[in-house]
């Protein structure tokens, strides 16, 4: 007598989104994304991330190890063909951005989800979201020169006053 039967494997994938530190803005930000396989089956790829980007960030560039990134309008995605194996976790991806100049002070909030092709039994923790805190930091020099020779006191002087903004932020109500 035999009997068949089909395997059905569950492979419970997680992502996690970070970063270090606040951003400034008109500088570059990377954000670290992290790919588990929780179990209890391996997960065979292709395994997909993707990652919209929010308004005030632009894309520079994302990479990892057995990664393979492209990048489209602002939408960002990451293929592992690879399996993962149970209980590990896939080689972080480096998702690089350039922060508006403008963009601050404000809070950049920005989220990534993973899929793969094996039945996730926890489906809540395939999306990670990530906060930002982008901060303001520009450096004005102001610069007089005198347009008119001064020659003798009590005479009229004209000066031209110019400030210019090194960045590498947008430098807002400057007075």
Same mark, same amino acid.
């Given at each position: ?23 400034? %803005? ?15 089956? /391996? ?7 993707? /990652? ?13 190890? /057995? ?22 976790? %896939? ?8 922060? /508006? ?75």
């Amino acid at each position: 007598d035999t009997e068949s039967t089909d395997f059905v494997g569950e492979a419970d994938l997680e992502i996690v989104k970070s970063h270090s530190g606040d951003a400034t %803005a008109g500088e570059q930000l990377v954000w670290t994304l992290q790919v588990t396989n929780n179990g209890p089956s /391996d997960s065979s790829g292709p395994i997909v991330v993707t /990652d919209s980007l929010p308004a005030g960030v632009s894309y520079v560039s994302a990479s990892g190890a /057995d990664w393979s990134c492209t990048e489209n309008g602002g939408d960002v995605e990451c293929t592992r063909t690879a399996t993962l194996v149970a209980g590990d976790d %896939a080689p972080p991806i480096s998702l690089t951005v350039l922060v /508006d100049p403008s963009a601050g002070p404000a809070t950049i909030r920005n989220a990534a989800s993973v899929d793969g092709p094996v039945t996730d039994p926890v489906p809540g923790n395939n999306t990670d979201t990530d906060d930002v805190t982008v901060l303001d930091e520009a450096e004005l020099v102001l610069t007089k020169d005198a347009t008119t020779p001064v020659v003798l006191a009590g005479t009229t002087a004209e000066f031209t006053v110019e400030v210019t903004n090194l960045g590498p932020s947008a430098a807002d109500s400057v007075t």
